[in-house]
């Protein structure tokens, strides 16, 4: 994580079950949902009006035209990224067509080379395998990855060097273009652009949410390995207030 205060990031945003079918909708932190108790969450979720729309860049994982987006930013060494894992692709994959994902990079420098040469490299898989590869090679590294640094032991991706071998078993199979992009200092460039975008939005660590009503163009975010169930409380809540929070409320 970015900064101490994520130790304590993940968000308690979920009622129980009695309470979420008495409100079709979840508030903010702070608002009343008509319980007996107010929703509460630490570091709660935060107005985010800075953060970018998905755009030509952005791998979309889900329809493109989807009335919300989950932006996730994260780190490939990040151990808390690792917990995070593929819970963005799940949430998408049980909307029912209103929720898109795009996960964009933020790779920390004191996680060193092996978390930039995943990023590129993820960039590098995308260019000849669409999203889907791109998902596919983020999901892997991951999953197998030491974190904090250490990277993939060469024994488990397949090779004197593991993440060109996973890049390859994630759909990018011209490997001279492959080696190509790596070397690439445009590819260097194109995951500052994300990395700056990300500080510039006001992402706190990694991972980091961000849910976008694409209708309104209201956004919100927090930090943190977010739990599945938080994260869907917050986009029932923005899918039924579309308008940006008011003053008192903004500061949650």
């Not at 949430?91 to 996680?111: E, Q």
């Not at 995951?191 to 006001?202: K, P």
Request: glycine share 10%; hydrophobic share 45%.
């Amino acid at each position: 994580m970015i900064r101490t205060a994520l130790a304590a990031a993940a968000l308690a945003l979920a009622s129980t079950a009695a309470a979420a079918a008495a409100a079709p909708a979840m508030p903010l932190p702070g608002q009343s949902n008509g319980a007996e108790d107010p929703v509460r969450a630490e570091g709660g979720w935060r107005s985010a009006d800075l953060v970018a729309p998905a755009g030509k860049s952005d791998r979309i994982y889900g329809p493109a035209d989807a009335d919300l987006t989950l932006i996730v930013w994260l780190d490939p060494e990040c151990p808390y990224c690792k917990q995070f894992g593929n819970t963005g692709e799940r949430l998408v994959d049980s909307a029912n067509g209103k929720l898109n994902l795009v996960v964009r990079l933020l790779p920390l420098p004191f996680h060193g080379e092996p978390a930039m040469a995943a990023s590129v490299a993820s960039l590098c898989v995308a260019d000849q395998a669409g999203a889907a590869g791109f998902y596919r090679f983020l999901d892997a590294y991951l999953a197998m990855t030491a974190t904090n640094g250490r990277g993939i032991p060469a024994r488990m991706g397949g090779g004197a060097d593991p993440v060109l071998s996973l890049a390859v078993a994630s759909g990018a199979s011209d490997t001279e273009a492959l080696r190509a992009c790596r070397r690439s200092a445009d590819t260097l460039r194109r995951v500052s652009a994300e990395t700056a975008a990300g500080e510039a939005a006001g992402v706190g660590g990694t991972p980091s949410v961000a849910i976008r009503n694409n209708r309104s163009g209201t956004s919100v975010m927090a930090d943190g390995a977010i739990p599945e169930d938080d994260i869907k409380a917050a986009v029932n809540w923005l899918a039924a207030h579309p308008a940006a929070p008011d003053a008192e409320t903004r500061r949650l």
